[in-house]
C-alpha cells in the first residue's frame, strides 16, 4: 500500500494519532490529558512524511455530548497534536447517535465538508483509520481508505490494512 496517488490524507484520531484507552475490555477514546498518548507510529509518521501531503482530522468524539470529556480538554489535545502534525482543518463530531447529526462516522459529513470547503478532488483523498466507520465514511463520502491493523479490528475483512502508517512512506 502507497500513498503515490494521493494528496489529501483524512485521519482517524483514536487508535490512527493517539492510543485507544481500554475500559474493562472496550476500545475507548481519551477523557484526559493523561490519557491522550500519541502513538510512536504516528510520531515517526508526522516526522518523516513529505511536506506535500495536505491533512484532515476526522474524528468522532461522543464523550462530549455523554459528559465523560470536557471541551477545553478536548481543545487542549488538538493543540497539542497540531504541534506535531499540521492539519489544514480538525472536524469533530461532538454527537451521539440519538442526535442523528449528519457529521458522526459512518456518515460521510466530516469528509464531504472537507472536500467541499477545501476543494479537493475526491480520487486524490484517503481516509486512514481503524475501524468499520471509518471505512463506511470513507466509502459514503465517494473517497479510498486504508484500515490500519490493530489486535481489536482484526475481525474486519478488508483489502487494504496496512501494518503501520510509516509502512506508507
Ligand atoms: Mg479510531
Ligand atoms: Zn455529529
Do not use: W
Request: net charge positive; with cysteine.
Amino acid at each position: 500500500m502507497t500513498l503515490d496517488k494521493y494528496i489529501n490524507i483524512f485521519l482517524d484520531r483514536d487508535g490512527i494519532v493517539n492510543n485507544v484507552v481500554l475500559r474493562k475490555g472496550v476500545v475507548s477514546s481519551p477523557r484526559s490529558m493523561e490519557e491522550f498518548v500519541f502513538r510512536n507510529d504516528f510520531l515517526s509518521f508526522a516526522q518523516k512524511i513529505d511536506k506535500k501531503y495536505k491533512f484532515f482530522l476526522v474524528t468522532n468524539q461522543p464523550d462530549i455530548k455523554r459528559n465523560l470529556l470536557k471541551e477545553n480538554h478536548l481543545k487542549e489535545m488538538h493543540i497539542k497534536l497540531m504541534n506535531i502534525l499540521k492539519f489544514e482543518e480538525m472536524f469533530v463530531c461532538m454527537h451521539d447517535d440519538n442526535d442523528n447529526c449528519s457529521c458522526r462516522k459512518p456518515k460521510p459529513g466530516m469528509i464531504l465538508d472537507a472536500i467541499t470547503r477545501h476543494n479537493l478532488h475526491h480520487d486524490e483523498c484517503i481516509m486512514i483509520g481503524d475501524s468499520l466507520k471509518d471505512l463506511k465514511a470513507a466509502s459514503a463520502a465517494g473517497i479510498d481508505a486504508f484500515l490500519l491493523d490493530t489486535n481489536y479490528n482484526a475481525y474486519i475483512n478488508y483489502s487494504y490494512k496496512i501494518k503501520s502508517l510509516v509502512s506508507l512512506i
